[in-house]
């Protein structure tokens, strides 16, 4: 027997979280209810306007409030000429977060995955194949995920890159930072060796 | 830069979830954006109706949206005579779960803590007394945790019962079920010891 349909039905909508199941979910709406309603509250209102306010960047399809997003809107970025081209909105966040790109972004929301259905136009293509067209792009860096469908996405973009005669380049794969050589798997170490680059002095 | 402050202030609000970092924000924030808006648009009206609606049930003090919870309105509940005296509504939950309580409870938000400057009256036993001397109870169980101030509210709460001459009795400590014993820590297994039960044939 259940004390409160209203803490029910706020533990089971608590569990559309990701990784959130029934012990999570009961131990967020306690935490809630004894400790932070306030939060709990300030919570309600960011996802009810998250969830019915943003939409996507008409350039480079992001997730924003606004019919172009911040980064698109911004002059110095128009002026950089490269477009970074990802699978995703958190991978613009993870790029921002290295302060090593100036340019402007396209998200993909995907990849191609013709088994699935998912074809060059489902990923918006048609619409970077018309900002190629229009804009004067210098360099498409192709960052997306170093996966199968990453990686024939990437091909497959950069393909349509050299129809237009712009510049396309794919971020290096190879031995991440930190942590020892003999613990990095085969495919990553003959990426590294393959692309090795000449130390200049 | 940031593409939306509204995803950034939603990705600020999940943080008050207990257990949620900045990337688990991050990832809770875009699944919903990406496949699950009407989720997430529910989950913040939940929130809403429980952080405004949710109280206190005036008997037992558990989370109700009522001035009295379904299971102390309940008439079987009443003529049980059993009150089982917990230290938070979670508890309930886990007893409800075992389908062997038929009576019904008391929740004291918390446990007897002089260090903290926590009192008798700050959990409740005021209220508990009040109710030991005009209901007809005929044994208190206290199941509150079994760590040094859960016992010590335990014991207090049995002086309480006593001054009213009402019965008061202690969950077992002992083994749990499943595992082995060689894992179970001494404290534990002195308990089971001292607890044992006569087998009856």
Same mark, same amino acid.
């Not at 569990?15 to 959130?20: E, I, S």
């Not at 008409?58 to 172009?68: G, V």
């Not at 930190?178 to 798997?185: A, P």
């Given at each position: 027997m259940q004390t409160s349909p209203l803490l029910e039905s706020l533990m089971e909508s608590l569990?559309? +979280?990701? /990784?959130?199941g029934p012990k999570s979910a009961q131990r967020m709406a306690f935490q809630l209810l004894q400790r932070d309603r306030s939060g709990g509250m300030r919570l309600a209102q960011a996802l009810t306007r998250a969830m019915s306010e943003i939409g996507h960047c008409?350039?480079?399809?992001?997730?924003? =409030?606004?019919?172009?997003c911040t980064i698109c809107a911004n002059p110095r970025r128009q002026q950089n000429g490269q477009i970074c081209v990802v699978e995703s909105p958190a991978d613009i966040h993870a790029i921002e977060q290295t302060g090593q790109f100036g340019g402007r972004y396209f998200v993909l929301m995907g990849h191609l995955s013709p088994l699935d259905g998912i074809g060059p136009n489902d990923i918006g293509l048609d619409r970077l194949e018309h900002r190629l067209e229009r804009e004067t792009i210098q360099e498409v860096i192709l960052a997306t995920n170093p996966t199968v469908e990453g990686e024939a996405t990437a091909n497959y973009i950069a393909e349509l890159c050299g129809q237009y005669g712009v510049d396309a380049s794919r971020i290096a794969h190879g031995v991440p930072m /930190? /942590? =020892? +050589? =003999?613990?990095?798997?085969g495919t990553t170490l003959s990426h590294s060796l393959a692309g090795r680059q000449k130390i200049k002095f």
């Open positions: 569990r559309c +979280l990701p /990784g959130v008409k350039d480079c399809h992001t997730f924003t =409030e606004q019919d172009i /930190g /942590g =020892e +050589l =003999e613990m990095v798997d």
